[in-house]
């Protein structure tokens, strides 16, 4: 089993920012992908960023690009999402989740999940 604690959400104003960490523990796999999700009330659980083992070839929503940056540190099994110009849209709990696949936007492909974050922007 592999457990994931993510932290770092709050509260904060629109145009602020934010840094998430995700640090996994357990049966850690050789090389696993790694993502972050977020879900609002109301909605379905979505994409945000993913990022592979080695650090390269990140993927983001679209939503996100040019404001959101994911990376990882392997030595410490910590993954992060910094998160700048926020806006109030992106209110939601978010998630990190670890797959032993490559990095997908689906959330199927993940197989471990923490058990979420609040973020919550105010205008």
Do not use: H
């Not at 145009?15 to 796999?29: M, N, P, V």
């Not at 993502?35 to 009330?41: E, P, S, V, Y």
């Not at 696949?101 to 974050?117: L, V």
């Amino acid at each position: 089993q592999v457990q994931l604690v993510e932290s770092g959400g709050g509260l904060v104003q629109a145009g602020g920012s934010l840094r998430l960490s995700c640090a996994a523990s357990g049966r850690i796999f050789n090389t696993y992908s790694m993502g972050w999700f977020r879900q609002a009330l109301g909605k379905e659980r979505e994409f945000v960023a993913g990022i592979p083992w080695s650090g390269g070839s990140t993927a983001y929503a679209d939503f996100v690009k040019g404001r959101f940056t994911i990376s990882r540190d392997n030595a410490k099994n910590t993954m992060y999402l910094q998160m700048n110009s926020l806006k109030p849209e992106d209110t939601a709990i978010y998630f990190c989740a670890v797959s032993r696949g490559s990095t997908s936007s689906y959330a199927r492909a993940y197989d471990y999940w923490g058990q979420g974050t609040q973020v919550t922007v105010s205008s």
